[in-house]
T-cell receptor
Framework: EAQVTQNPRYLITVTGKKLTVTCSQN?????MSWYRQDPGLGLRQIYY???????DKGDVPEGYKVSRKEKRNFPLILESPSPNQTSLYFC?????????????FGSGTRLTVV | QKEVEQDPGPLSVPEGAIVSLNCTYS??????FMWYRQYSRKGPELLMY????GNKEDGRFTAQVDKSSKYISLFIRDSQPSDSATYLC????????????FGKGTRLHILP
């Protein structure tokens, strides 16, 4: 089944403790992206990647890091999480042919930073 | 003015009614117009997309784009309780690599 897999689905952590949210896609997609979704603010892009070793900032990159060492994986790293990073996070992927409209989203990671 | 505006709802309609969901936008460069559906505790999924102006129909769903008014709509005919979800409009500029702009979503409840 074609899908984007995120782990974990739920995570509670403490301020300052480094964490990684993993994202993997099995569709050989070139484009991958991370979003956060907050009530009243909608989906906001954190980082995106156009291919292996090519990443760039989205709208809200502060406090996050990403890497794209393999085509299928695009982990999101929070080096020193803070409470304002409590949110619902989505990873998404797209082929180069559908990059303007056709993203496949994962099921989300609900992160709580206390 | 925000790039994409969407009424958050909630919108409650009886089963079988026609639903109309709308978004306005300010950037005339947008060329792709999308509707994503998001069920509770799930990621958004692409419902329909339209390139440039016009209408597109897929079963009970019709997407309309009016570029002169910077206004897009999604119509759902014969609405079902399974249509209850949050609907996000989204837009992008062709050949831009970085960004699809999403509306904040409208929560829709179809009452049995």
């Amino acid at each position: 089944e074609a899908q984007v897999t995120q782990n974990p689905r739920y995570l509670i952590t403490v301020t300052g403790k480094k964490l990684t949210v993993t994202c993997s896609q099995n569709m050989n997609h070139e484009y991958m992206s991370w979003y956060r979704q907050d009530p009243g603010l909608g989906l906001r892009q954190i980082y995106y990647s156009m291919n292996v070793e090519v990443t760039d900032k989205g709208d809200v990159p502060e406090g996050y890091k990403v890497s794209r060492k393999e085509k299928r994986n695009f982990p999101l790293i929070l080096e020193s999480p803070s409470p304002n990073q409590t949110s619902l996070y989505f990873c998404a992927s797209s082929s180069i042919h559908t990059k303007n409209y056709g993203y496949t989203f994962g099921s989300g990671t609900r992160l709580t930073v206390v | 003015q925000k790039e994409v505006e969407q009424d958050p709802g909630p919108l409650s309609v009886p089963e079988g009614a026609i639903v109309s969901l709308n978004c306005t936008y300010s950037n005339s460069a947008f060329q792709y117009f999308m509707w994503y559906r998001q069920y509770s505790r799930k990621g958004p999924e692409l419902l329909m997309y339209t390139y440039s102006s016009g209408n597109k129909e897929d079963g009970r769903f019709t997407a309309q784009v009016d570029k002169s008014s910077k206004y897009i709509s999604l119509f759902i005919r014969d609405s079902q309780p399974s249509d209850s979800a949050t609907y996000l409009c989204a837009m992008s500029v062709m050949n831009r690599d970085d960004k699809i702009i999403f509306g904040k979503g409208t929560r829709l409840h179809i009452l049995p």
